[in-house]
T-cell receptor, first 111, second 113 residues
Framework: LAKTTQPISMDSYEGQEVNITCSHN???????ITWYQQFPSQGPRFIIQ???TKVTNEVASLFIPADRKSSTLSLPRVSLSDTAVYYC????????????FGTGTKLQVIP | DAGVTQSPTHLIKTRGQQVTLRCSPK?????VSWYQQALGQGPQFIFQ???????QRGNFPDRFSGHQFPNYSSELNVNALLLGDSALYLC????????????FGPGTRLTVL
């Protein structure tokens, strides 16, 4: 069973860059790493997905080292609206959508 | 374009009762997954439906069952409710089994008294 480990919580001031690291020691060779964001009383929202090296989109970057045993979600210049729980996911055996979310990282952005 | 919709928003039941939750996937999506999220925890995978069949299942008892209709909408049924079934139930859809990104609905908050 694929397992991820993330910090339980992080605090950051507005305007700073935030990096959240996730370890996934037993990731399979062909597995993608996916990050979701969840606000209270809402469903999770897809942020970014990657396989290796670096992926960037309009909201975040994802850095994956060569050994792929960890990945880092980078949020540039966070604002108060980025306060949420962030989940790192890797697939379980049986398919990409049978995923384990874990407890996630609760990011608190401070004014 | 409506996203994933779920009904009802909130529900209160008593122990031993049965409940049915409903989900309509995002337009163009044919795969639906259900998740249970207890307070303070991450979502836990219950099962996934594609072509009206259960394709994958998480570690949940047979009290949890589901159905997918020809229009791709889905239902989650829970029998013999326990206090521990109180949670936010999330539905997620995607355009196929092999698609990595899932689109989640707002969830149904179930309280079992």
């Amino acid at each position: 069973l694929a397992k991820t480990t993330q910090p339980i919580s992080m605090d950051s001031y507005e305007g700073q860059e935030v990096n959240i690291t996730c370890s996934h020691n037993n990731i399979a060779t062909n597995d993608y790493i996916t990050w979701y964001q969840q606000f209270p009383s809402q469903g999770p929202r897809f942020i970014i997905q990657g396989y290796k090296t670096k992926v960037t989109n309009e909201v975040a970057s994802l850095f994956i080292p060569a050994d792929r045993k960890s990945s880092t979600l980078s949020l540039p210049r966070v604002s108060l609206s980025d306060t949420a729980v962030y989940y790192c996911l890797v697939p379980n055996s049986g398919g990409y959508q049978k995923v384990t979310f874990g407890t996630g990282t609760k990011l608190q952005v401070i004014p | 374009d409506a996203g994933v919709t779920q009904s009802p928003t909130h529900l209160i039941k008593t122990r031993g009762q049965q409940v049915t939750l409903r989900c309509s996937p995002k337009s163009g999506h044919d795969t639906v997954s259900w998740y249970q999220q207890a307070l303070g925890q991450g979502p836990q995978f219950i099962f996934q439906y594609y072509e009206e069949e259960e394709r994958q299942r998480g570690n949940f008892p047979d009290r949890f069952s589901g159905h997918q209709f020809p229009n791709y909408s889905s239902e989650l049924n829970v029998n013999a409710l326990l206090l521990g079934d109180s949670a936010l139930y999330l539905c997620a859809s995607s355009p196929g089994l092999a698609y990595n990104e899932q689109f989640f609905g707002p969830g149904t908050r179930l309280t079992v008294l």
